[in-house]
């Protein structure tokens, strides 16, 4: 087919733009020259030669700015604008490369066809398939190509035709599509579009790569301020409380805790941020937060400046106990000297209502410190001590936290209530986890579980209460100093009963001082006949029922002074619950008055014992405990083989029946102090001799009758001396502790100090 030559064609410049055979376009025409170039084709066959100016800005141009490679068009529709443009849509021919330009009143031109040459076919094939492999991928991910345009492309068997189709689509600069529509071989025109097509799948690729990561910023920032937003819904929802966390950050920063504290409080804060107020862990938190602000941590008391002043609050407190007030005033002072408590922990031994408690009270009213009071009686588990984990709702902290919360501040007298009492078991030893809390070495830093944060404990003032020091123990009775604190005589009552506990239960009961007023004589008979006690807990008691009884008749609006006397009693309380023990002390066979010490105090206990027709055996009953056994077998034994010594025929043994009785009443602690009383009764029984009434004993025998000492003297004396007993039969080593009786006491008793069984015998068995 020959090479079509054009003769005299009008020619349009378009701007900066390249146009390919094969294709369809449409530009607008507006300058005068364009608009006479297109007069003239539609005067015509409707043909133009559209040729690039490489230099847009140029409105007056001349053939110099025209591109000599253009592309013959056929125009297809011709639109008026509004602004005397027009519109054209034409349809690319050939193209064509300019012989010459003309000019009148628009360019013309004689231009040739410009045809391609092909060369090596299996390259140019090799290149038309890469070409369009990678045309494909860039149509299907980018949605600039018309439907339409991308089945032309896929259609396309010509490689000529591909190139004008491909380079016409794509958004190439007009210098590389100006290269593309002049080259003559095909070849050449694929390989340089497929350069092309690589540069745009780049291009494609790095602007995929641009624009998800702008996106990614973008939606994590929106991502979170919609999350944020939606939580705050869901709060607000809820009825969650924003200003309840604002209010407690303020607390905890107000609060003035040790940094470390501070700062886990508030993470605490930041936690609850993310929950929902409804939720288990967000109560869990706050309870815990709750727990945090109520604790002291700086909070102290000023210690009474003057020693003087603290003793004379611990002498207006309490009656007596001289010893005791003594060594609480060496120890303050102390304490006041070295500012440090590095002293061992008091602890106050004692029977039940001698005032132990009462009196650790007053040392913190003396020091002008809080009080508070933890009883350890019957607490097994370390976690009451330490706390229990804060994994659940409703565990807390252990009861030294507890306590010293109640006290709200750091440096509280604390009292230990009931040492003694301490018991332990599989679920942990709460004395080990004690003995962290009194260690002046460890309680700087007391771990409480639920707390998790250290607690300072070294400035507390602890202060420990015993009944007895056998069962505390050993390594927490290794850092204490044991104060005893004895019963009180029935004088020192009295004068207990006067002074302190009247005014306090009229005080108690609304009452005022001249409403009542006990006689001498109605407190001893209470003393005597309504309580039986080594303290004065059940007096108090007494004394206050008789004072809410007149309370109640001043409030009916009796107004007589009332005096309550001994006969009086008996209509307020109903009748004496302990009669005189004087009636009982009767001469009896086969029954002696022991003297026992037992945790509530002195008592005494009458062992019987009778021998009857039988086979030689022996019967223990009642309130007997292995070493008491023991001690009647001693006994036995003993008097078996002295039997001449006592008039007693050697087969009386082998025909006579023993039985050991103490009554269940009396509830005594076991052990071997009541030898000499059995050996007294059965030697009694055995003989047929009465035990004289008026002594009672106490004392430890051997087999060989040595009578040995035993604890608790003073108690026992002043049981001895509460029953009206007028003898006393004690070992001779325990005279020392004579000294601790009160004189009231050791001038009405006859002490009889022994040192073998046969001087008990010849004291307290009649006619032997
Ligand atoms: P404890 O702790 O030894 O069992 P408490 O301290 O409870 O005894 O004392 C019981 C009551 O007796 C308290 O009201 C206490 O004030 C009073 N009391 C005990 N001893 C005396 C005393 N020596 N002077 C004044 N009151 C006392």
Redesign the pocket.
């Known amino acids: 087919m020959a090479v079509k030559y054009f003769n005299g064609i009008p020619v349009v410049a378009l701007r900066g733009r390249v146009v390919f055979p094969d294709t369809t376009i449409t530009f607008d025409a507006g300058r005068l020259i364009s608009l006479a170039a297109v007069k003239s084709a539609a005067e015509n066959n409707m043909q133009l030669l559209v040729c690039a100016q490489p230099e847009p800005e140029k409105d007056e141009i001349t053939a110099e700015d025209i591109c000599r490679v253009g592309t013959v068009v056929k125009i297809k529709q011709i639109t008026r604008l509004p602004s005397d443009s027009v519109r054209i849509l034409a349809e690319g021919l050939c193209r064509v490369r300019v012989r010459s330009f003309t000019f009148d009143g628009c360019f013309f031109a004689e231009a040739d066809e410009l045809r391609s040459t092909h060369g090596d076919l299996t390259l140019e094939e090799a290149y038309f398939r890469t070409a369009k492999d990678i045309m494909r991928d860039i149509t299907s991910t980018e949605n600039r190509f018309t439907k339409d345009a991308i089945a032309r492309l896929d259609r396309c068997s010509d490689p000529d035709e591909y190139v004008n189709l491909a380079a016409g689509a794509l958004p190439l600069r007009d210098e590389v599509k100006q290269r593309m529509l002049e080259c003559d071989n095909v070849t050449e025109r694929l390989r340089m579009l497929e350069k092309c097509l690589n540069d745009e799948l780049e291009i494609m690729r790095l602007g995929r790569k641009i624009s998800a990561a702008v996106r990614q910023s973008i939606d994590k920032n929106q991502r979170d301020y919609y999350l944020r937003e939606q939580l705050k819904a869901i709060h607000a929802e809820l009825g969650d409380d924003e200003d309840e966390r604002i209010a407690l950050t303020d607390r905890i920063k107000a609060k003035k805790m040790p940094a470390e504290i501070e700062e886990k409080a508030l993470k605490e804060v930041a936690k609850m941020d993310k929950m929902s107020s409804s939720s288990p862990e967000y109560t869990v938190i706050r309870n815990y937060l709750d727990w945090l602000l109520a604790l002291p941590w700086t909070e102290q008391t000023e210690d009474t400046a003057d020693l003087k002043d603290a003793v004379k609050i611990l002498n207006e ?5 001289e010893k005791i007030k003594e060594r609480i005033t060496e120890y303050l002072a102390v304490l006041k000297l070295t500012g440090s408590l590095n002293a061992p922990i008091l602890c ?1 031994v ?12 007053s040392v913190a009213r003396a020091l002008g410190r809080k009080f508070v009071r933890m009883s350890l009686g019957g607490v097994k588990d370390e976690a009451e001590i330490r706390g229990h984990r804060r994994t659940y709702i409703g565990s807390m902290p252990g009861r030294i936290i507890y306590g010293i919360k109640n006290a709200g501040t750091i440096n509280p007298v604390f009292l230990l ?1 009931e040492i003694d009492k301490l018991s332990s078991d599989m679920r942990g030893d709460p004395a080990s986890a004690l003995l962290e809390v009194l260690d002046p070495a460890q309680n700087n830093t007391f771990r409480d579980r639920y707390l998790e944060v250290p607690y300072d404990l070294s400035k507390v003032l602890f202060i420990t ?1 015993a009944n007895s020091v056998e069962t505390i123990p050993s390594p927490l009775l290794d850092r204490m100093e044991l104060i005893e ?1 004895g019963g ?1 005589t029935e004088e ?1 009552k009295l004068q ?1 009963a006067k ?3 009247v005014p ?1 239960r009229l005080n108690a009961n609304g009452l005022k001082e001249g409403d009542v007023a006990f006689t001498d004589g109605a407190l001893r008979a209470l003393i005597e006949g309504y309580t039986r006690e080594a ?3 059940s007096l ?1 008691r007494n004394i206050d029922a008789v004072c809410r009884k007149t309370a109640v008749k001043v409030a009916e609006g009796e107004k007589a002074r009332r005096k309550i006397t001994a006969e009086g009693l008996h209509a307020l309380l109903g009748p004496a619950r302990y009669r005189s023990d004087e009636a009982e002390h009767r001469d009896e066979v086969g029954a002696a008055t022991g003297l026992a010490w037992t945790a509530v105090g002195g008592t005494t206990l009458t062992i019987e014992v009778s021998a009857m027709h039988g086979k030689g055996e022996i019967q223990l009953t009642g309130k007997l405990g292995d070493v008491m056994k023991e001690s009647a077998r001693a006994a036995i034994s003993y008097i078996r083989s002295n039997s001449g010594e006592y008039g007693i025929a050697d087969e009386a043994f082998e025909n006579t029946d023993i039985h050991i009785h103490v009554p269940e009443g009396a509830t005594p602690k076991d052990g071997p102090s009541a030898g000499i009383t059995m050996a007294t009764a059965i030697l009694s029984a055995f003989t047929g001799k009465p035990v004289r009434g008026d002594v009672a004993m106490t004392g430890e025998i051997t087999l060989l009758g040595n009578v040995l000492p035993i604890g608790g003297l003073k108690e026992k004396a002043l049981a001895a001396y509460r029953t009206g007993v007028k003898n006393v039969i004690i070992p001779k080593d325990n005279v020392k502790d004579l000294e601790e009786i009160p004189k009231d006491v050791r001038s009405k008793i006859n002490f009889i100090p022994v040192s073998a069984a046969d001087a008990v015998f010849r004291n307290a068995i009649i006619g032997l």
């Open positions: 407190d309490h009656y007596g106990l106050f004692g029977p039940p209502g001698v005032g132990k408690t009462s009196i650790a009270a209530d209460t604190i009180y020192e207990i002074r302190y506990l306090k303290g004065v807990r108090e």
